[in-house]
């Protein structure tokens, strides 16, 4: 952690998502305990009001399905927070999955990738030829030793 910013405790900062994969598997776990209940409580509720909204009587002067059109607009808003809410645990998971990729795996390839690259440039220096694996060659079959078939054999 930088020595300018004070280490507040019981607060996750961009320093400790950044220490490794299990600090960041510990945030999003964390997050996930503290969202299932509002996930659960919200979806309890949503399926209340829309049972409620289902049994309501139609309003004087409705026309053929307007009260059920006017119940899933009343409703509507509250099954965005539900969806948003199973969202946040998917993009927190995401976010893991980049960062390990992006900022962990990425500089290890390119490491790689350079050595072969430097490897390659020696070569070509030196004059040789970059070396291909060839296929193992075929083995020639083995003579069937079988009575039957032989004749089919003979003209090979």
Known sequence: MSDDKQARKGVW???????????????????RQYLA?????????????????????????????????????TVRPLEKVVA????????LTTY??????????????RAVKEAERQRLKELKAGGGQPQIDAPAPKAEPAEDTNPFFAHLNKGA
């Open 84 to 91: 948003d809410l199973e969202d946040v645990i998917v993009q």
């Open 96 to 109: 893991s999955a980049r960062y390990r990729r992006s900022y962990e795996e990425l500089p290890e390839k």
């Open 37 to 73: 209940p509002l996930l659960a409580e919200s979806k309890a509720l949503l399926a209340e009001i829309e049972a409620d909204l289902k049994e309501a009587e139609k309003l004087p002067g409705d026309l053929p399905f307007q009260a059920k059109l006017r119940a899933h607009h």
């Open 13 to 31: 900062t961009p320093d400790l998502l950044a220490e490794g994969p299990e600090k960041r598997r510990i945030f999003i776990e964390q997050r």
